[in-house]
């Protein structure tokens, strides 16, 4: 049976996948993901606006994978707009990227949660080796640790290289044309950092509680132990 230690290190990288997973799934409904201010560039160049004055034709939005809020300004006062992704903007986005965006986004809370159950059975079960032991807890972590990275550099270029920002603005602005202005991530962006952060403080936790990386181990099993290899 695993020492004390060793369940109390289990127990606490089991909380971490948990807090990860729940983590993830409320960043995954907000819109915090991108806020930035959206110049109305048609408006501006009609009345020669400059200084002070543009002011009056820069809007705001902010967005998430779902949905999001954007404030029209077009020097005649704000317009509060809601922003929604599916079906309304499918046509105007890189879909296929946004969509992997939500994919990978769900497949870190699903590997958050089974992370978690399998710490909890290394804690206090009699694992197998194979992927319900230390094998499991790697892989399920590291897969999870890597669809954050992913999550985080595919919504990156969805914003920076499709410049998504602007695409929602003009989304059907037959009269104006409107240029993001300042553009920066949101909360809910970081937070998927925290959670790919907590997954591979996870990976150190394993290994702190004793448990050599799998690639360290001997390719050779002692086969003179009979059943008793099967446990670790």
Known sequence: MPSLQKKVTLCGAGLLSVASALTAALALNTQGWVEATVLCQTGAQLVNASGSELEKFIGLISYGLFHGRRLRECGLGGRSLQITFFPTLLDVIPAGLHVAVI???AVVIVFALVAAGFFMFNAFGRPYETLHGPNGLFLWNTIACSCGFMVMILFTSEVKI???????????????????????????????????????INILLIRLAGIQFPFFKSKHADSSDGGADLMY
Do not use: A, D, P
């Open 103 to 105: 994919l990978f986004s």
């Open 162 to 200: 499709h410049r998504l920002s602007e695409k929602i603005s003009n989304y059907k602005e037959s009269n104006f044309v409107f240029k993001t202005q300042t553009e920066v991530f949101g909360y809910s962006f970081w937070l998927l950092l925290v959670c790919t952060t907590m997954h591979f």
